[in-house]
């Protein structure tokens, strides 16, 4: 069984980075198209960034385009959200997600493993 935990967030100001750490057991990331989604209070889940790295397939939602980078550690397999010059509008939980296609889709309910998520709050 997959299991997937989150790592790395917290209570930063705006302008500066944090990088999520999503930890993979009972499977290889490199197996899954890897998702990170985010839900802030009283919004839907919604995906931010995703890459399937046997296809090379990636996704950036256009609100982190140029800000937010998906790298992995294969030694570690693991996988890692590096968010640049965060904003107040990027507080929310994060969560990361596997999924067994090789196709990246936004849907949460397309993604089977999901971690227990991590708070971000940006303050201004």
């Known amino acids: 069984q997959v299991q997937l935990v989150e790592s790395g967030g917290g209570l930063v100001q705006a302008g500066d980075s944090l990088r999520l750490s999503c930890s993979i057991s009972?499977?290889?990331?490199?197996?899954?198209?890897m998702g990170w989604f985010r839900q802030a209070p009283g919004k839907e889940r919604e995906l931010v960034a995703a890459k399937n790295w046997i296809s090379s397939n990636t996704y950036y939602a256009d609100s982190v385009k140029g800000r937010f980078t998906m790298s992995r550690d294969y030694a570690k397999n693991m996988v890692h959200l590096q968010m640049n010059s965060l904003e107040p509008e990027d507080t929310a939980v994060y969560y990361c997600?596997?999924?067994?296609?090789?196709?990246?889709?936004?849907?949460?309910?397309?993604?089977?493993?999901w971690g227990q998520g991590t708070q971000v709050t940006v303050s201004s």
């Open positions: 997600a596997a999924r067994n296609r090789l196709n990246i889709v936004a849907h949460p309910s397309e993604y089977a493993y």
């Open positions: 009972g499977g290889t990331f490199s197996s899954y198209t």
